[in-house]
């Protein structure tokens, strides 16, 4: 998030296990979607993006294809290439993105109007449905693309495009006489304009942010008058959310509680945060502050995966967390990150960190399949493949990963954030720089007005050992704010091989000192095996128990575990009963955890169903945990996070 | 089931636990049925059902309204009243019964033809859908109707109106070059024409109702050419069962697993196992058997609820018992009690009125409010009132009955059943006579051709002891078995006060005597209360106990509990911890059961939701546990049958 009002100006990731993840994403993922967006996968569903594109723009005959949000793909796949081109230059990659950007300005309207659904299909009919039909949606992944492409490579096609764009908008809507007094159905605009903000720091970009937090959900309701002036339909009229599908159904100050569509509700947060931080809006935050409470603390999954159904994408109530039949869409997780890396940008306190590093390192790399080619739109705690072929309440959740998605907003999504995840490593903040995630790599900063370069070596999270050095032409003074993560119960931390002592303040062990070109801080994170139990209000995991380790949350495979992982159990293990071992050749390499537990047997029933007479025997057998994100990386399988223990 | 071939010719029950749920029916539900027909309940769904057969004699203007089987209410309901003529004589009732059969004759056509739905809308397209439409089912009611009102009453009005019907639907359909080669998309008519045939001794009855078995299934498929020659659409072929939903994905022949639609499944084994015993069709048994054994070792709830999916009202897959997302329709576990008796008349088998026993005191009657004005369509065994309202895959879980349905199949069922049940308390088999349910009351049967009167005197299901008197002219020999439940594991029975040894054979104690009149025979029960556990491959029930007594099932409720029953805990509780009281006043008189549990308390939680330090601590807490029949018949709350243990 380079661009936070942060004095940050360059961080790297070079080295361990984001390096490999995001080699994938290069190598494969990038190549991959572009493929995709050129309906060049073989069976797989066509996108239809760049061909919209080339109708839009007169260059190709037919119709639209895809959904009204097609054009956001392209969006952003190019968001993506562009943080991957900070770090991974490539001309000829750069050249492909220059002539997709070519496409989608070809296609742009002499007004500034960009949408290839309403192009083709007839713009007299543009902006009369902004609830379900996504231009603002589209236009704002177009921002975030832009600016993305400007500050990666300096160029202004896109940006420019985009200026023109929203010039556009706010000639069509806004809170003035003569507009539409509307909001988008699906947010990511509000982000969007704050980023844009960051670059051309024209107020009117912050205003009309803050118009689309502050204006949805206020009575009359736009949506409501919208559907009856335009007949449009009202998909979620019997629903129990409603509006709130859309974060419409209450003014966004008077939000209590995460609702509706989870990554719509992870979008707007973000964008309201942006606001809150920018504007100096108090309100604003606290809003933000009980919105991420009630979600951290009543609505996520532990794997950082959040929205509970499948019906409406959506949050349902607290507590109701049900394992196999969750949604915890890809997206969701990742509108987390964004969500937590705003929150910590508003104000730097370690719970928002150790989110952002739960989803990360789970419920977000848990959508890509290792070799970056196979997607989860929907990511399960608990499987069981007959489940999802013979039950149509798991008919949603998958066994497999998918090749591609008719809706693919999950895949650059993916891509936009591991190519750009240096931006949420660090924060700079007077003489204050923190380091939220460890990662190996660098980061540069101003102290004190001079220039200083932190490098980072870390088998993180395999290990908890983060070796950190600082270079400087001269001594400087600043506080080295280095994260321990709320898992972590014991550290030490060294300078120069010497033990120190420093305060624990939010999350951040704080380091002031006068640092020395050379001066090596050494943090050590004892990371044993946790086992982690949910608040018993959670009626999916009451009895179980979530193995995990570091940031990492370890589940049962079948390919491991055998079947019936419902009738394994791990009563009374400790920490010390793991064996943890680094297995380099499997799964991509992997610390994998093994524990003696107990397998249940139904011997005693004879066959029957029920007895008040059989016993539930068990006998000892090792259970095998691999980390969550690795599961489904061999043959279809049951999987299970939460292990009966109890 | 007077007709089963058996030489009983009277049972009745007159005392005790039943004879009030027949009070209820005769007193309550009869007449606010007959009002529902009428479409004279305030508040509730109108039916339409005799509007409907006015329409379709030119008695009066107007269209068809509901359901394409919407005569078969009006049949169901015509049927329960005939069964409660026999035992409750009622003038007031029968002439409300002749006229509603006149209103049903009247619109029966010249051909022989009967249904409104048809009639009103164009008798051009009938037997045209035989897949959805129903026609043969609502016959199969009508049947069933006729044949229990001439049973009552004497009456033929309704009986010659089927015969000619059936002599219709035999030149339409049957397996004669010239003929649909159909057969019902909903069984039915499968049992109601071995009804029939038990009347009439009419080959023809038993042979058509021995196609309709055997020929669905059969390539190529009927139901196939039928969508291809009518152009009809077919709803589940995107479902995982498919033609399965119909009981037609095989051969009945060939069925190995309970499947698709659990009603449709019931009723057609139903009238497998009639055309079997008729028969002597061996192998059609061995079927009957396989199915019975699928049904009740793999997919059968606790309560006896059958079908495990909402989504095509259907069973799922072996093992899959979800309590919360259950559907366990009122009509399945009815099906299940028909099917339970009609393998009990092919083979004397305690397992069969084992099953017939759980279904009937559970998951049955928990279909009807105590005042016998509500009815619950889906029986669950784990209710969170908010997860109704708030989780789409639980919508279809009401945690109140409601007063009627559009689709009213369960309320007339519950009656037909209820107003019968005298017809599943004994069979006589020769010189066997046998009692398979224990109730107040008394039956007439004939051994060596002598007349024996049995009268039975019980508290059952509250207490386990049995009296048993005989009553005849003169000394006559005969075996009298009476059933151990599966449940029992101690018992003793005397004649005469003394105590007496006998073999159990099939779960039948069986005492062969010269009997005598005024010859008493005790038997006692033992009925301690019990911890039940579920095969641990049922996931949804691993670690978890059903506490149950007698033949019922209890549960938690809210009411007596308070919130949050998943932190309830009865970990080594036995059997002599309950505290067994009856409580007369409470929800109609019930046993009640206390024991000291535990409350888990998330107090250690400190409001988080995850936490590998915070003890999930727990309390001593006194759980109360009432019949699982018998809840939500006070204020809307949370119900729980399976109670954490381990």
Redesign the interface.
């Known amino acids: 998030m380079a661009g936070c009002g942060e004095t940050l100006y360059g961080a790297r990731i070079s080295r361990g296990f984001w390096s490999a993840f995001r080699e994938t994403v290069v190598r494969e993922g990038i190549p991959y979607q572009w493929k995709a967006l050129n309906d060049e996968l073989p069976d797989a569903e066509p996108s239809h993006c760049m061909r919209n594109f080339r109708i839009a723009a007169g260059k190709e005959q037919g119709e639209f294809g895809g959904f009204v949000f097609q054009d956001s793909d392209v969006a952003k796949w190019l968001e993506g290439v562009a943080y991957s081109l900070r770090w991974h230059p490539d001309k000829q990659l750069e050249a492909l993105a220059d002539g997709a950007i070519q496409a989608v300005v070809d296609a742009q309207q002499p007004d500034g109007y960009m949408d290839t659904y309403y192009i083709i299909g007839g713009l007299d009919k543009r902006w009369t449905n902004l609830k379900d039909h996504h231009e603002l949606y589209v236009a704002g992944h177009m921002i975030e693309a832009a600016v993305a492409y400007y500050r990666a490579t300096g160029k202004r096609v896109l940006l420019d495009a985009v200026l023109r764009l929203v010039d556009h908008i706010s000639k069509v809507i806004g809170p003035e006489d003569g507009k539409l007094h509307g909001y988008p159905g699906h947010p990511v605009i509000e982000m969007a304009l704050m980023r844009l903000y960051e670059v051309t720091g024209d107020e009117k970009h912050l205003r009309l942010a803050e118009y689309f937090v502050r204006e949805r959900g206020r009575l009359p309701l736009y949506f409501e008058q919208e559907d009856q002036k335009n007949g449009n339909g009202f998909y979620w009229k019997d ?2 959310f409603r509006y709130q599908y859309y974060q419409a159904g209450l003014p966004f100050m008077e939000q209590k509680a995460a609702e509706g569509h989870a990554v719509r509700a992870m979008y707007l947060y973000c964008g309201a945060a942006d606001v809150a931080r920018h504007s100096g809006d108090e309100a604003l935050a606290a809003v933000c502050r009980r919105l991420w409470e009630n979600t ?3 609505r ?1 999954y ?1 794997t950082g995966a959040v929205g ?5 994408e959506a949050f ?2 607290d507590y ?1 967390l049900p394992n196999d ?1 969750v949604y915890g869409e890809t997206c969701a997780a990742i509108g987390l990150v964004f969500f937590a890396r705003r929150m910590l940008a508003l104000e730097k306190k370690g719970e928002y960190a150790d989110v952002m590093e739960r989803a990360l390192y789970n419920g977000v790399i848990s959508g890509m399949q290792l070799d970056g080619k196979k997607f989860f739109y929907v990511n399960p705690l608990e499987v ?1 493949p ?2 999802c ?5 798991k008919r949603h959740v998958k066994p497999e990963r998918q090749k591609w998605f008719g809706c693919a907003c999950c895949p650059p999504n993916l891509i936009r954030l591991l190519a750009s995840l240096e931006d949420y490593l660090y924060s700079a903040d007077g003489d204050d720089v923190y380091v939220h995630l460890y990662a190996g790599g660098s980061v540069r900063f101003e102290a004190n007005w001079k220039p200083v370069r932190l490098s980072v070596r870390t088998n993180y999270p395999w290990e908890g050992d983060v070796a950190l050095a600082v270079e400087t032409e001269r001594p400087v003074a600043f506080t080295l704010n280095l994260r321990v993560p709320g ?1 972590c ?1 014991n550290y030490a931390v060294s300078v120069n091989g010497e033990p120190v002592e420093a305060e624990v303040r939010d999350g951040y062990l704080a380091l002031n000192r006068r640092w020395e070109d050379g001066d090596e801080v050494g943090l050590a994170l004892d990371m044993p095996v ?10 999916a995991d ?2 179980c128990v ?1 193995v ?1 380790r570091g940031p990492i949350v370890y589940c049962l495979e079948e390919s491991d575990n055998g079947r ?1 992982l ?2 394994l159990r791990l009563d009374g293990a400790t920490s010390a009963d793991f064996n943890v071992e680094w297995r380099p050749d499997k799964l991509g390499g992997i610390v994998e955890l093994t524990c003696q537990g107990a397998r ?3 011997e005693a ?1 004879d ?8 016993e ?1 025997r068990q006998a000892p057998c090792d259970l095998t945990f691999i980390p969550y994100y690795s599961w489904a990386n061999r043959e279809v399988g049951e999987m299970r996070v939460w292990v ?1 223990e ?1």
């Open positions: 629903s129990p951290v603390a009543k996520m532990v509970s159904s499948e019906y409406g349902t109530f109701d039949t069981l007959e489940a072929r013979m039950d149509a309440h898992w119960r946790r086992l982690v139990r949910a608040n018993p209000r959670v009626r009451v009895g979530a995990s019936d419902q009738m249940e047997s139904d029933f066959g029957a169903l029920y007895s008040a007479e059989a539930v009966r109890r």
